[in-house]
């Protein structure tokens, strides 16, 4: 993540955290139609800048032609000093109902079932999973739940891959019933995802049913073995995760490795009995 410097020269000054929350709450519903490409082309053009001093100046012309341009704001606070945990919730909260608001009702109600298809409402879900994030990292793992649950349910085909963090979520949560019911839902990930084949182990394990999680381990290790290693704390996770991988390779399991663990780690007699277990022949 780039972070502000101080301007030596006239450059543009990076943001205040509450400068920020502010200006957001006064301008993020206005729209400016006829410069709403305009900023959307800063934005772009923000995203390839070579220096800090050039991509804020680019995202505060791009809020200047359109302040409600969700992109850019998303953008923009990764530019900024870090936030606490309270004020990047509480900008992002801000962000998403400017997004929602922007969009209007009717949207929500013509594009449900199919949201990610439509490029105008792209922004709003990459403004609500940054949401379920920023929720995420402060712990608030039922709140992030529930922003995950309610992007799935206008794009069930989830083009964002959020249904993997949320099963994480369910497990740690000890939901089993949604466990299960993501289970019947994406039931053709298991043959080909680590997530889903790990967390079968865990939630037959959770289920009290050790024969069946024996079976589960025993497909989980062929569909892939290197997540093992994170599960079990035998491997510290990537600082920076593969932009892609095949399905069983080293690379899937390190881009998943954090989410398996969030659900694993939230329960330490799985966790031993994993390090304990052969998986049965």
Same mark, same amino acid.
């Given at each position: 993540?780039?972070?502000?410097?101080?301007?030596?020269?006239?450059?543009?000054?990076?943001?205040?955290?509450?400068?920020?929350?502010?200006?957001?709450?006064?301008?993020?519903?206005?729209?400016?139609?006829?410069?709403?490409?305009?900023?959307?082309?800063?934005?772009?053009?923000?995203?390839?800048?070579?220096?800090?001093?050039?991509?804020?100046?680019?995202?505060?012309?791009?809020?200047?032609?359109?302040?409600?341009?969700?992109?850019?704001?998303?953008?923009?606070?990764?530019?900024?000093?870090?936030?606490?945990?309270?004020?990047?919730?509480?900008?992002?909260?801000?962000?998403?109902?400017?997004?929602?608001?922007?969009?209007?009702?009717?949207?929500?109600?013509?594009?449900?079932?199919?949201?990610?298809?439509?490029?105008?409402?792209?922004?709003?879900?990459?403004?609500?999973?940054?949401?379920?994030?920023?929720?995420?990292?402060?712990?608030?793992?039922?709140?992030?739940?529930?922003?995950?649950?309610?992007?799935?349910?206008?794009?069930?085909?989830?083009?964002?891959?959020?249904?993997?963090?949320?099963?994480?979520?369910?497990?740690?949560?000890?939901?089993?019933?949604?466990?299960?019911?993501?289970?019947?839902?994406?039931?053709?990930?298991?043959?080909?995802?680590?997530?889903?084949?790990?967390?079968?182990?865990?939630?037959?394990?959770?289920?009290? %049913?050790? @024969?069946? !999680?024996?079976? *589960?381990?025993?497909?989980? +290790?062929?569909? $892939? #073995?290197?997540?093992? /290693?994170?599960?079990?704390?035998?491997?510290?996770?990537?600082?920076?995760?593969?932009?892609?991988?095949?399905?069983?390779? %080293?690379? @899937?399991? !390190?881009?998943? *490795?954090?989410?398996?663990? +969030?659900?694993? $780690? #939230?329960?330490?007699? /799985?966790?031993?009995?994993?390090?304990?277990?052969?998986?049965?022949?």
């Amino acid at each position: 993540m780039i972070r502000p410097q101080e301007s030596a020269g006239g450059g543009q000054p990076p943001f205040d955290p509450k400068s920020l929350l502010l200006q957001m709450e006064r301008s993020l519903r206005k729209i400016t139609p006829g410069a709403v490409g305009e900023s959307q082309e800063c934005y772009y053009d923000a995203m390839e800048a070579r220096t800090e001093e050039e991509a804020l100046h680019l995202l505060t012309r791009a809020l200047e032609l359109d302040p409600g341009n969700t992109d850019a704001w998303l953008l923009m606070m990764n530019h900024t000093p870090p936030l606490s945990a309270d004020e990047e919730i509480g900008t992002l909260r801000k962000i998403v109902a400017g997004a929602e608001e922007r969009l209007g009702k009717q949207v929500f109600t013509d594009c449900a079932g199919h949201f990610w298809g439509y490029h105008e409402t792209r922004p709003y879900m990459r403004a609500r999973a940054a949401l379920a994030d920023a929720l995420h990292r402060a712990g608030r793992i039922e709140s992030a739940a529930g922003e995950v649950e309610g992007m799935l349910e206008l794009n069930p085909g989830d083009n964002q891959g959020l249904r993997y963090r949320l099963l994480a979520f369910y497990l740690a949560l000890g939901r089993m019933d949604d466990t299960r019911g993501l289970f019947a839902r994406y039931a053709d990930e298991f043959d080909y995802n680590t997530v889903f084949a790990w967390s079968k182990v865990l939630e037959h394990f959770l289920s009290g %049913k050790p @024969e069946e !999680a024996l079976e *589960a381990l025993a497909v989980a +290790l062929k569909q $892939n #073995a290197f997540t093992k /290693a994170y599960l079990l704390g035998h491997r510290k996770l990537p600082k920076n995760p593969p932009d892609s991988y095949a399905p069983g390779s %080293k690379e @899937e399991a !390190a881009c998943f *490795a954090a989410d398996l663990q +969030l659900a694993w $780690n #939230a329960h330490p007699t /799985a966790k031993k009995w994993l390090a304990n277990m052969s998986p049965k022949k």
